[in-house]
C-alpha cells in the first residue's frame, strides 16, 4: 500500500551520489546498516537509492558521509524518496 516505505537518495553538493556514505537504521532495536555504492557491467547498473519498510514506528536513521561528517533524521514522510546531502561545514 502507498507509505509503506521511505526511500532516501543520497547526494554530493555536486549532485552526484555519495558513493560510500553509510546508513545506520534503527527500528524497534532491530539495526541495519547500508552503503552507497557504485558498480555496474555490461547492460546493467545499480540504483543508488535505499529503500527503508515504513510501518507505524519510525526510523532514526544516521548518515556517515564520505568526508567523515555525521547526519541525523528521522519522521520521514513515507510514499517518496527524500534526497538527501550532507551538511554543510
Avoid at 532495536?29 to 558498480?39: I, L, P, Q
Avoid at 555496474?40 to 535505499?50: F, Q
Amino acid at each position: 500500500p502507498g507509505g509503506s516505505w521511505v526511500g532516501l537518495d543520497l547526494r554530493l553538493p555536486s549532485g552526484a551520489p555519495a558513493v560510500g556514505a553509510k546508513i545506520r537504521g534503527e527500528l524497534d532495536g532491530r539495526k541495519v546498516v547500508r552503503e552507497v555504492r557504485a558498480g555496474s557491467s555490461y547492460l546493467s547498473c545499480n540504483d543508488p537509492r535505499h529503500l527503508f519498510p515504513a510501518p507505524q514506528s519510525q526510523w532514526k536513521l544516521e548518515i556517515l558521509w564520505p568526508g567523515g561528517t555525521k547526519s541525523e533524521i528521522a519522521d520521514l514522510e513515507p510514499g517518496r524518496y527524500h534526497r538527501i546531502t550532507p551538511p554543510k561545514p
